[in-house]
């Protein structure tokens, strides 16, 4: 556990980043030590990528497409006779024939074949030589092994770490000799909590009372509160909607709207009351299927609808039942197996032991979902028809409306007809809230077969029923059909199904969420072609951790962010930056960009234009004239909302799969026609035009040099550090001042005109021309504004 003092004797000299000069850089010592042998080659981390990506392809799983009778991916495989030879023979490359044909010059007999476009590096060549001449020891793949937890290794610096997480890094650091970089100072502490798991930044006056905090245990009261935010289930909802491919509109053809966004309030609702992850697997996969199945049970199941789907007159019926059969598979083993099994639906899968056989008994989980109303039932209507639907209310909205009609019911209420009439009018407001939201209904299962290539008119293949992957194991479930409930409690059963692993799955990305790189640096795919992790036992133990503690996703996120590692400063040395230039070995924090719905979110929180109200349908902010001119069936015109909805957080933002909304499209948000575990962060001119002219940061940096004018002071100078303290949360140095002075008089002089005319119908005594006076001075500030709002530093968590 962490010492009552530790903070404090850790506490860091703060090291403040430049926003107009090039960033500072914190030396990081870096130990050179004399290395002892090297270790044995670890099979998983250093062999299994090379014969996944180099030999797989003609000597793996595909058995159609193996050659030679050579199989790399088993021990049993790779270590039997061929005719008149061996691949490989422990402890003798001599006699290995796998040695001598990635060894060869004859291009005919050299392995990898001239064929495949692949080839071995010296230094891959030169590590399956000692491999085998270690012993060519075999390990079974790292992510079909349950987690276990392991010891916590003995370090040399205990005085800094502060519980396992921090021994498992610090013993890797000391193995590579490397030191871990200082700790962050406290207003980056509270600007990269507040992001990581609010998604918004810190205020001021929250920034003011953290720093002046001096208690041992104020950094853990902080996490408490972040934690307990209703804020936290819309950041987690943010990443989770892009793993399911959540939208508002169906994406083929004319992408028409969906009822779907209670489903996103039930995400939101469910990260907020902490629910344990295995219970939400299993409310999403089957909700519908547990006994007395409540509302809230039966909206999660709107996680199976979410798949594109298309109401084209004509379309054929049976094509796009396989159509959504592949995309749905290709969803649940990627949200919750962090497996690729799309390959199988044509093949067996070229680098992991998933066969088609395997893909189409996962399908067979999902025949009773009833999927087909809409051939019969859909429309070009706005929004379309996608039945099955229902009409709820959210879980606030009923707990109002049980709490109107107990009032409703007390006597006496009655007799008063203004009281009750009041109720009555907020009860009737309260109804026309309901919204439809598409859900899963069990019905008779459809016959599944294998579909020899995925060929949806080719009904040769055998039928098959609900199943497990095969070398996974069977589910036990006697004589009757294995249901979504079934594959459910599978993913999350540690002693009979693959709990574990689905708990490694999420430990990742928690992680990722966290450290801006997962531990397996590949989240969606924990195969032969991913990566393995670069602390395995580590991610192990984060696993176990998740189960141990019931699932709680809170408990994994404060175990994670109170480490020593976490706090690390992201401010790094050359050395360490060309060492580890993606930080795999955690010897600082990362620096990235905000995901695109924080980075509007953050601009409207510094101005104070933010609408922080949790749920409700989806809202339509500005938007480029014309951007829906290509949408068809219906044509139609996009009307952006004139209230307060404008102003709500990103995660409420309507999704147009086909047109994603411009702003969140230039900061990398996916169009969710496919799971995304991890958004690429570009760098572009087009992401500076964004924050520079989008009408919501115009506006946003109107009303936030409104701010600036009304109480940042009456000097420039008080106004400059307000604005920066409420949008970096940090003080202008005299550099910054000095080129916001030169913005400011630019900006003042653009007015010139203006302000002059003005003046001379003041001095003729019409007065109320000096308002023209006030319009260009606030003119001049919202271009201050508007550059504030344009830094790196104000969309940056460090």
Not at 153 to 160: E, F, L, T
Not at 219 to 244: C, I, N, Q, T
Not at 540 to 568: M, P
């Amino acid at each position: 556990m962490e010492s009552a003092n530790a903070l404090s004797t850790f506490e860091p000299i703060m090291i403040k980043p430049r926003f107009l000069t090039a960033a500072l850089l914190t030396t990081c010592a870096v130990a050179t030590i004399a290395h002892a042998a090297d270790p044995p080659v670890d099979f998983n981390r250093q062999i299994r990528p090379i014969l996944s990506d180099k030999c797989f392809a003609c000597h793996g799983p595909d058995a159609k497409k193996r050659e030679g009778d050579l199989r790399l991916d088993t021990e049993e495989g790779a270590k039997a006779k061929l005719e008149d030879h061996f691949a490989i023979v422990p402890g003798k490359p001599k006699q290995s024939s796998l040695v001598e044909r990635i060894n060869s010059t004859d291009k005919d007999e050299r392995m990898p074949s001239v064929d495949s476009g692949k080839s071995l590096t010296p230094e891959e060549i030169k590590l399956l030589t000692r491999w085998i001449a270690e012993g060519a020891t075999w390990s079974a793949h790292w992510a079909y092994v349950a987690p276990k937890r392991h010891p916590a290794p003995k370090v040399r610096r205990s005085d800094w770490a502060v519980g396992w997480i921090d021994q498992f890094l610090l013993a890797r650091l000391e193995r590579e000799g490397l030191s871990p970089s200082p700790g962050a100072d406290r207003v980056t502490l509270i600007r990269r909590l507040s992001f990581d798991l609010i998604g918004l930044p810190p205020t001021s006056a929250e920034v003011d009372a953290f720093v002046a905090d001096k208690r041992p245990d104020a950094y853990k009261k902080l996490v408490d509160r972040l934690l307990a935010s209703p804020h936290y289930g819309e950041r987690m909802a943010m990443y989770w909607l892009d793993l399911v491919r959540y939208a508002d509109t169906v994406g083929y053809h004319g992408d028409q709207d969906q009822n779907i966004s209670p489903y996103r309030d039930w995400v939101i609702q469910a990260f907020n009351d902490n629910m344990p992850y295995d219970q939400f697997a299993r409310e999403q996969l089957a909700g519908d299927l547990l006994p007395s199945a409540t509302i809230d049970q039966k909206v999660a199941t709107g996680y199976n609808r979410l798949l594109q789907t298309s109401h084209e007159g004509g379309v054929q019926a049976k094509e796009y039942l396989a159509i959504y059969a592949a995309d749905r598979v290709r969803n649940v083993s990627g949200v919750w197996m962090g497996a690729t099994m799309g390959c199988c639906q044509c093949h067996d899968h070229k680098f992991d032991p998933y066969t088609t056989r395997d893909f189409y008994s996962l399908v067979a989980f999902f025949a009773d979902v009833d999927e087909a109303q809409h051939f019969r039932r859909g429309s070009n209507s706005l929004p379309t028809n996608r039945p099955p639907e229902i009409t709820v209310h959210s879980k606030r909205q009923r707990e109002q409306v049980a709490v109107l009609k107990k009032q409703l019911a007390q006597p006496g209420v009655a007799k008063d007809k203004a009281v009750a009439a009041t109720l009555k009018k907020q009860l009737a407001s309260l109804e026309k809230a309901k919204r439809k939201t598409m859900v899963s209904v069990s019905i008779k299962p459809r016959e599944i077969r294998v579909l020899p290539r995925g060929n949806w008119l080719d009904d040769s293949g055998p039928v098959v029923q609900p199943a497990i992957p095969a070398f996974m194991g069977k589910l036990d479930t006697g004589d009757r059909r294995a249901t979504r409930l079934d594959l459910a409690n599978w993913l999350t059963d540690t002693k009979k199904g693959t709990g574990g692993l689905t708990a490694r799955v999420m430990a990742n990305r928690i992680w990722y969420l966290y450290f801006g790189v997962g531990i397996s640096k590949v989240l969606d795919d924990f195969g032969g072609q991913g990566q393995p992790p670069v602390h395995p036992e580590l991610l192990d133990n984060l696993a176990a951790e998740l189960i141990k503690s019931g699932w709680d996703l809170k408990h994994l996120a404060r175990l994670i962010v109170t480490s020593r590692a976490y706090r690390q400063t992201s401010l790094t040395s050359k050395a360490l930056q060309q060492r580890d230039p993606y930080n795999r070995l955690v010897a600082r924090q990362s620096r990235f960009r905000l995901p695109a719905e924080s980075v509007r979110d953050t601009a409207l929180s510094i101005s104070g234009l933010l609408t922080d109200e949790i749920g409700g349908a989806s809202i339509k902010p500005y938007q480029p004239a014309g951007y829906y001119r290509h949408l068809n069936f219906p044509a139609r015109r996009y009307a952006h909302h004139k209230d307060a909805r404008q102003w709500r957080r990103g995660v409420y933002v309507h999704w147009q799969r086909q047109f994603v909304h411009p702003m969140l499209k230039a900061f990398d948000a996916p169009s969710r026609e496919e799971c995304t575990a991890e958004r690429p962060r570009s760098n572009t001119p087009i992401a500076s035009l964004v924050l520079l002219n989008d009408p919501t940061f115009v506006e946003a940096a109107r009303v936030f040099a409104a701010l600036i004018l009304t109480e940042g002071g009456k000097t420039s100078g008080e106004r400059f550090e307000f604005a920066l303290r409420q949008a970096t949360s940090r003080k202008p140095d005299a550099e910054e001042i000095r080129l916001l002075e030169q913005l400011l008089a630019t900006s003042r002089k653009r007015y010139q005109a203006d302000m002059d005319a003005a003046r001379k119908l003041i001095a003729a005594g019409q007065a109320p021309a000096a308002k023209n006076i006030d319009a260009a001075e606030m003119a001049a500030w919202t271009t201050v504004a508007r550059a504030i709002l344009n830094l790196n530093e104000t969309y940056t968590r460090n």
